[in-house]
């Protein structure tokens, strides 16, 4: 459930645990953050194992994002047993989370519509130039 970590010098830990090879990015904090509050909603019995398999990153990525949306209060957890009677957890989102979820759909969503745009764009200026060449 709440593994203990230290906390980030850095700020916000989405933009710190997202620093990749592109570098530091909100907007991929954004995606993982989408994703994650979409994926603990529609499956809030997931364990953090299965949510990095699902989300194609490391445990203790998930770990550490799970954690702070604990601390934010976006997220709440709560015991059950599971299949194996073991003891699970379940992440449920709360209302905060709720609200963050929308905010953050409308912010992932803009980005993509940008992203599109630009493809889109560039699409058609490698067509106008395929066909000079032609």
Same mark, same amino acid.
């Given at each position: ?6 906390? #980030? ?12 090879? *592109? ?22 019995? +997931? ?11 490391? +445990?203790?990525?998930? #770990?550490?994002?799970? #954690? ?10 709560? #015991?059950?047993?599971n299949s194996k009677n073991k003891i699970?957890?379940?992440y449920l989102l709360t209302p905060r ?13 803009? *980005?993509?519509? *940008? ?20």
């Open positions: 459930m709440f593994v203990g970590h230290a906390k #980030n010098p850095f700020g916000d830990p989405w933009r710190a645990a997202d620093q990749t090879a *592109r570098g530091a990015s909100t907007m991929l904090g954004d995606e993982v953050r989408f994703k994650l509050l979409k994926l603990l909603e529609a499956n809030p019995k +997931l364990s953090q194992r299965d949510v990095a398999s699902e989300l194609g990153i490391s +445990l203790g990525k998930v #770990n550490y994002c799970v #954690n702070s949306l604990i601390e934010k209060g976006w997220i709440k957890v709560t #015991n059950f047993k699970a957890y379940m989370g709720l609200e963050e979820k929308a905010g953050t759909t409308a912010r992932f969503l803009q *980005r993509k519509l *940008r992203e599109h745009a630009v493809l889109t764009a560039e699409i058609e200026q490698i067509r106008n130039e395929a066909e000079r060449e032609a």
